[in-house]
């Protein structure tokens, strides 16, 4: 049975910072899953929120 698909799209936000830096205190990145509508949010998403590996709020991406 084919699944329907819906406006909503499920998508992963990912930290920046632990991405790009190498010398953190811990290895890992930290991701988030939400979900985003299609249709009025074209663009990337991005949002502040807090990273365990980084400890403070940081800026997470949406990546595919």
Do not use: W
């Not at 909503?8 to 991701?31: D, Y």
């Not at 299609?38 to 990546?63: D, G, M, P, Q, S």
Request: hydrophobic share 30%.
């Amino acid at each position: 049975m084919a699944a329907k698909k819906g406006v909503r799209l499920i998508i992963t936000l990912e930290c920046t910072e632990c991405r790009s830096n190498t010398a953190k205190r811990s290895p890992g990145v930290s991701r988030y899953t939400t979900t985003k509508n299609r249709r009025n949010t074209t663009a990337r998403l991005e949002l502040n929120k807090f990273c365990a590996h980084c400890n403070k709020h940081v800026l997470h991406k949406e990546i595919k």
